[in-house]
């Protein structure tokens, strides 16, 4: 999340503007730019991980925010442990271990941690394929 907050996310739009490619458009679902935004929330396979977490009532909201208040809103409910509430939606706890997504799928595997007090937390993510290999 730390990359994607400080715009250092190696999206197809910055590979582009490094003359690393000769495409912008996401690879999962053709986008015409594949920006920040788009690469951790607005894909079209993502919105469906999203989509599955984040309770109905609260979907227009979570998917209107500006990146910058998207991040600060999700940094805000992880170091609150979930005391802040967007439209009556506050992130839960949960323990889980990973297991593979169907064939042809990616999964966004997440992590967070507070420390006993309160005042640092951290966040982290992943985009992992059926074989486990990093995306």
Known sequence: MWITWKYRLLTNVERMRRHMSNESQCSRCGNVYELEIHAV?????????WRSVVPTHARISFFAMSMNDWMLWNLENIGDCGSRVVDGYSPMVTVAHWSEPFRGSIKLNIDGAISPNGSYA??????????????
């Not at 929330?41 to 991980?49: E, N, V």
């Open 41 to 49: 929330r607005d894909c079209f396979f993502l919105k469906s991980i």
């Open 122 to 135: 951290g966040i982290g993510g992943v985009f992992r394929d059926a074989d486990a290999n990093w995306l």
